[in-house]
């Protein structure tokens, strides 16, 4: 499927019209000139907002479990992690057999090594990261179906051939990470059974009925062990089946302690919602995870957390997209529009030391990772780095480019965007700010746009090589970096270029 098909007309854009009462202006409108481009962001400094815990930073997606292990992956994470402060890792395949955690004797009698297991997990935990544990894939010895999955590194997604052994499996894996990290420690984790059950990553027959099953022997597997520790699923593609999956697990008495599912914005329609509804990518992530949170609201669970384990822009490979600065307005729009419909956006993922295609071949080949090979960051990574800065309060406003948070300090942070797909012409956008119950006279301004804290515009420049010198690899990461924040009086407009994103802080 092409991500052309999804490009969003800046056209269907609807213009907010201006609000007034006896011609005082409302805060928390926004007032538009003669352009939609031209907008008066209207503001309370002394408003009470509502809560805006940063749900988008608390979880990153990875490669998988073996990556974890190399120094580059670690590196990664604790770049990222200096900028986000975020507390879980997911990634498939700790029971994969290059972890080696199953075997049999000539028997046939299980035997289990761990030891690779306590690598991954100490190393996350020693970097101050827990697991969000995914149980996935099916040791070959243990698969029903021996055929394995096209990924470069052939899991197996397959349902157990002998249930018993995969019970004992689990219930020796979970005790054994209770024996080493204790139960005050993994009953802060989370353990999400499978991944992706609805497409090719489970290939059981008839595939719901089967992953249901195969849920409740798991999840009751992990339960036995202690009744404390917290499991759930579907873990599906597309936002689906979590509407079965609650009755299901209500009607059997499965435990579940929360729901998970994914969705990417260049998904079908059709496959996400049943029907050819005009959505498109700047839509689509928040308008399947509203549809879920609905259906956990109407359902007989009706609290139970919402997490989104994977989310990004695409699925595909797209340099113009995930390597690009066209995720800085992605991103911000998203956590704009999913504000209160999830308690985890789990964004995939958080580096490219990452091999489903294969050994990744050049830095920017549209990797989903934050950070590209070679630890250079990503304009993503620095998307992250300045909504971070966005604080614990939102207040109101009617505007879909822009967010306005209080931090504690009372300091006023908003972000301001520019969304344009990727080659879609758009004009520059002005902002203008208007503050009322403050006494504030300057406001500060950083910057993310394709000239700005791109990595991807220095590599074309250099030539786009697929293996850049250690000089150039230098020079891609000096590129990356956003410039120091400039001071402004607050009368001054704001520019904002196509694809940009600006963190603004008055105080």
């Not at 020693?126 to 052939?154: C, D, Q």
């Amino acid at each position: 499927m092409s991500p052309d098909k999804w490009r969003r007309c800046k056209s269907a854009i609807p213009v907010i019209l201006m609000t007034t009462v006896m011609g005082l202006q409302i805060p928390g409108t926004c007032l538009r000139g003669q352009s939609a481009n031209d907008q008066t962001i209207v503001f309370d400094a002394g408003a009470e907002g509502s809560a805006f815990p940063h749900v988008w930073e608390q979880m990153f997606g990875s490669g998988r479990a073996i990556l974890s292990l190399r120094e580059s992956y670690r590196e990664d994470l604790r770049q990222v992690r200096k900028i986000t402060g975020f507390r879980y890792v997911r990634f498939h395949g700790v029971l994969n057999d290059e972890v080696g955690v199953y075997d049999q004797d000539k028997q046939g009698q299980p035997a289990y090594n761990f030891s690779y297991v306590d690598q991954i997990y100490d190393g996350l935990l020693a970097n101050g990261v827990r697991p969000f544990v995914e149980i996935s894939f099916m040791p070959k010895l243990l698969a029903a179906n021996p055929t394995p999955h096209p990924f470069w590194y052939k899991p197996y997604p397959s349902p157990p051939n002998d249930t018993q052994k995969w019970e004992k499996l689990v219930a020796a894996f979970t005790q054994h990470l209770l024996d080493r990290y204790g139960a005050e420690e993994i009953e802060n984790w989370y353990f999400e059974v499978w991944n992706e059950p609805n497409i090719d990553f489970w290939n059981g027959e008839p595939k719901k009925a089967t992953y249901f099953s195969f849920y409740k022997l798991t999840a009751s597997a992990i339960k036995k062990v202690n009744p404390r520790l917290k499991v759930g699923g579907p873990s599906t593609a597309q936002a689906a089946w979590v509407e079965d999956f609650i009755e299901y697990c209500t009607h059997s008495g499965v435990p579940f302690d929360f729901v998970s599912t994914h969705i990417y914005g260049n998904e079908n329609p059709v496959d996400v919602f049943g029907e050819a509804l005009p959505i498109t990518r700047r839509e689509m992530a928040a308008r399947a995870i509203r549809k879920v949170h609905e259906q956990v609201r109407k359902s007989q669970a009706p609290k139970t957390p919402v997490f989104i384990t994977e989310y990004n822009a695409t699925y595909l490979n797209d340099p113009e997209v995930t390597d690009s600065a066209f995720m800085g307005p992605w991103l911000a729009n998203n956590i704009r529009a999913c504000d209160g419909l999830t308690s985890m956006l789990s964004y995939w993922a958080f580096s490219d030391v990452f091999e489903e295609q294969g050994v990744v071949k050049t830095p920017f080949y549209g990797g989903y990772g934050l950070v590209a090979e070679r630890g250079i960051p990503k304009a993503a990574f620095r998307a992250f780095e300045l909504l971070h800065q966005l604080g614990n309060e939102r207040l109101a406003n009617d505007s879909p480019d822009v967010l306005i948070t209080k931090r504690g300090d009372g300091a006023i942070v908003l972000a301001l965007w520019n969304y344009a797909e990727p080659n879609e012409k758009v004009a520059e956008k002005i902002f203008h700010l208007k503050a009322v119950n403050s006494t504030a006279k300057r406001y500060t301004i950083q910057i993310l746009d394709p000239a700005h804290g791109s990595a991807l515009q220095a590599w074309n420049q250099m030539g786009r090589p697929t293996t850049p010198s250690l000089a150039q690899i230098a020079e891609l990461i000096k590129a990356s970096t956003l410039a120091p924040a400039s001071r402004h009086a607050l009368a001054d407009p704001i520019h904002v270029s196509p694809q940009g994103l600006a963190l603004v802080t008055v105080r």
